[in-house]
């Protein structure tokens, strides 16, 4: 029951008397959860917004004046407003993988080059111990297409810094990365405008 908060009270009890349940057993919650240390996040599933909510981890840093790293996997260095409202912040580091797409370049050697360039930066980051915070987006896509050895990213994951966060996206997340994370969300994709022929919106999906 610890965790199911939609149970049942019985009829009659008060809504006062239900949210103080609420609340004594979240308080609970809190005061077990005593650990600090860096986490690992990961964003997956097929729905839109795994990037753009792992933007919102960089704002919410941002915040409190910590130092942030990305590392853009597969998309390039699109003209987004994201890309170009984080140019203007001094706390952010960001690495592009030039190709961008994979299907537009259709050159796999070429793609792993750049892939690995891209991890290279990213490397220093998980190396860095001023970096707080760390995005990896898209990296999923680099392990299942082989551009990038699954194994050489767990360990640097394992070996960063011990308070530094690690943010990663992208979907068809392997079972390693599900394992390694703290934290796992699937995003589902149940509608999209872009199947009605809607382009890509300024502010809301560039």
């Given at each position: 029951m610890a965790d199911n908060q939609y149970k049942k009270y019985p009829k009659g009890t008060s809504y006062r008397a239900r949210m103080q349940r609420k609340k004594n057993h979240i308080d609970s919650r809190i005061q077990e959860a005593n650990i600090d240390k860096g986490i690992i996040?990961?964003?997956?599933?097929?729905?839109?917004?795994?990037?753009?909510?792992?933007?919102?981890?960089v704002c919410r840093a941002l915040g409190y004046n910590m130092q942030v790293g990305i590392a853009k996997f597969?998309?390039?260095m699109q003209d987004t407003g994201e890309d170009a409202f984080l140019a203007k912040q001094p706390n952010v580091q960001t690495a592009f993988?030039?190709?961008?797409?994979?299907w537009?370049?259709?050159?796999?050697?070429?793609?792993t080059a750049m892939a690995v360039e891209?991890?290279?930066?990213?490397?220093?980051y998980l190396k860095d111990k001023s970096i707080d915070l760390v995005v990896l987006d898209e990296l999923t896509y680099?392990?299942?297409?082989?551009?990038?050895?699954?194994q050489m990213i767990l360990d640097a994951l394992n070996n960063r810094p011990k308070n530094q966060h690690v943010v990663i996206t992208g979907r068809a997340a392997s079972k390693?990365?599900?394992?390694?994370?703290?934290?796992?969300?699937?995003v589902k994709d149940i509608k999209h405008a872009f199947r009605a022929n809607i382009k890509a919106q300024k502010g809301v999906d560039l």
């Amino acid at each position: 029951m610890a965790d199911n908060q939609y149970k049942k009270y019985p009829k009659g009890t008060s809504y006062r008397a239900r949210m103080q349940r609420k609340k004594n057993h979240i308080d609970s919650r809190i005061q077990e959860a005593n650990i600090d240390k860096g986490i690992i996040v990961l964003l997956t599933g097929n729905g839109k917004g795994k990037s753009s909510s792992s933007l919102g981890m960089v704002c919410r840093a941002l915040g409190y004046n910590m130092q942030v790293g990305i590392a853009k996997f597969l998309k390039g260095m699109q003209d987004t407003g994201e890309d170009a409202f984080l140019a203007k912040q001094p706390n952010v580091q960001t690495a592009f993988m030039k190709t961008g797409f994979t299907w537009d370049t259709q050159d796999k050697e070429y793609d792993t080059a750049m892939a690995v360039e891209t991890w290279s930066k990213a490397q220093g980051y998980l190396k860095d111990k001023s970096i707080d915070l760390v995005v990896l987006d898209e990296l999923t896509y680099m392990i299942s297409y082989k551009y990038l050895d699954e194994q050489m990213i767990l360990d640097a994951l394992n070996n960063r810094p011990k308070n530094q966060h690690v943010v990663i996206t992208g979907r068809a997340a392997s079972k390693s990365l599900i394992d390694i994370a703290d934290t796992v969300s699937e995003v589902k994709d149940i509608k999209h405008a872009f199947r009605a022929n809607i382009k890509a919106q300024k502010g809301v999906d560039l």
